[in-house]
T-cell receptor, first 109, second 112 residues
Framework: GQNIDQPTEMTATEGAIVQINCTYQ??????LFWYQQHAGEAPTFLSY??LDGLEEKGRFSSFLSRSKGYSYLLLKELQMKDSASYLC??????????WGAGTKLIIKP | DGGITQSPKYLFRKEGQNVTLSCEQN?????MYWYRQDPGQGLRLIYY???????QKGDIAEGYSVSREKKESFPLTVTSAQKNPTAFYLC???????????FGDGTRLSIL
């Protein structure tokens, strides 16, 4: 079966760095996506990785290792507004997105 | 501004009633999707459409129906056969095969 694993919840301090991990087992691979979802709102797109390595976008970076079925989202200089759920999703061989359950990130002052 | 509009934001369903959730996009995207999100779970695919007048069942299509008569519109009907409809429903669209999906603001459906 297809499976995406992420930690359920993480806590970090304002101004710090946090790494959210995602491991996956899917039928084929056509890219990995990270989304941010604030409580009660729709997900918004953060990043896309299809090749191994690190993609950096401001305070957010995402890393992919296809051989290990592993990705992480790195958030630097954490702000209170970063408190949200972070969803990992993998596009399979049929170009359908398989979604993880999300990681709830709690930022403390 | 281009985007995806879902309506209504909140919807209440009575026993035995069918309800329709609206999804309209002006992004000129070919593919459109309906997901259901329950607390603590990932998004689950209900139906998707990659072209007008064609749609495919997702993982949890039972109790739901869709139509795609226009490129811009992909309404979802939650039928009385769906016994546990309370959830957050998200509509998304995508251009190309592997671009990011973009979401509407969602509709929260509850049972009266």
């Amino acid at each position: 079966g297809q499976n995406i694993d992420q930690p359920t919840e993480m806590t970090a301090t304002e101004g710090a760095i946090v790494q959210i991990n995602c491991t996956y087992q899917t039928s084929g691979f056509n890219g990995l996506f990270w989304y941010q979802q604030h409580a009660g709102e729709a997900p918004t797109f953060l990043s896309y990785n299809v090749l191994d390595g690190l993609e950096e976008k401001g305070r957010f970076s995402s890393f992919l290792s296809r051989s290990k079925g592993y990705s992480y989202l790195l958030l630097k200089e954490l702000q209170m507004k970063d408190s949200a759920s972070y969803l990992c999703a993998v596009m399979d061989s049929n170009y359908q997105l398989i979604w993880g359950a999300g990681t709830k990130l709690i930022i403390k002052p | 501004d281009g985007g995806i509009t879902q309506s209504p934001k909140y919807l209440f369903r009575k026993e035995g009633q069918n309800v329709t959730l609206s999804c309209e996009q002006n992004l000129n995207h070919d593919a459109m999707y309906w997901y259901r999100q329950d607390p603590g779970q990932g998004l689950r695919l209900i139906y998707y459409s990659q072209i007008v007048n064609d749609f495919q069942k997702g993982d949890i299509a039972e109790g739901y129906s869709v139509s795609r008569e226009k490129k811009e519109s992909f309404p979802l009907t939650v039928t009385s056969a769906q016994k546990n409809p309370t959830a957050f429903y998200l509509c998304a669209s995508m251009t190309g095969d592997n671009g990011p999906q973009h979401f509407g603001d969602g509709t929260r459906l509850s049972i009266l």
